[in-house]
Every structure is written in C-alpha cells, then in structure tokens.
Nanobody, 125 residues
Framework: QVQLVESGGGLVQAGGSLRLSCAAS????????MAWFRQAPGKEREFVAM????????VYADSVKGRFTISLDNAKNTGYLQMNSLKPKDTAVYYC??????????????????WGQGTQVTVSS
C-alpha cells in the first residue's frame, strides 16, 4: 500500500501563491506518475497536473498552465504543486494521486489507485 499525505492548503487572496506538498510512504515503485486533481463544491473532480517519476514530461490542464508548477523530490518521496497567480476559481479541495505501471490515461482519476486525503485551497477576491 501507498500512503499519501497532502499539506500546504489554506486561504489566500487572489494573485497570491501557495505550495502544496504530497508526502508518500509505504510501497515503493521503480516508476510512477504523480498527479494533482481538484474538486470544487458542486463540480466534478478535474485533472490539474501530472509528472512522471522517470522523466520530465509534465502535463498541465489549460486552466492552470503558466501559473502552476508540478515537481517531485524523489529523495524525499514528496511531490509539490506550486500555485502562483491564484484566482477565486482555483478554490477547491486539492488531491494528490499516484499510479504505477502499466500507466493508464493520466488525466482520469479512476486510473489512480492511491489518493491523499485532500487539502482545502480557498482564494478570496
């Protein structure tokens, strides 16, 4: 099993920044994909960003491209989501998720067996 624990959420004004962390423990893989998803009240969960552990092919949702940066520190078994220029529409619960090989569609949450508990991000106008 893999345990994921997110941290770093909070309340920030529009235009501000936050950095989310996702600490992984438990079973290890030779390779994996880490992704961030978010879910706003009354809306479906949506893909935000992903990064593979074994190369730098990062992918972002159009809504966050240029503002968010996903990264991994494999030595610390921790992933990060740096969020800049935050907007009220970024308000949501943010979840990190991990999938191991064989990789499936990275933008679909249903293909990720491991999830964190979520961290609330609230952006005020």
């Amino acid at each position: 099993q893999v345990q994921l624990v997110e941290s770093g959420g909070g309340l920030v004004q529009a235009g501000g920044s936050l950095r989310l962390s996702c600490a992984a423990s438990g079973r290890t893989f030779t390779g994996y994909i880490m992704a961030w998803f978010r879910q706003a009240p009354g809306k479906e969960r949506e893909f935000v960003a992903m990064v593979p552990s074994h190369h730098d092919n990062r992918v972002y949702a159009d809504s966050v491209k240029g503002r968010f940066t996903i990264s991994l520190d494999n030595a610390k078994n921790t992933g990060y989501l740096q969020m800049n220029s935050l907007k009220p529409k970024d308000t949501a619960v943010y979840y990190c998720a991990v999938q191991s090989p064989p990789y499936r569609n990275y933008y679909l949450g249903s293909y990720y067996p491991y999830w964190g508990q979520g961290t609330q991000v609230t952006v005020s106008s």
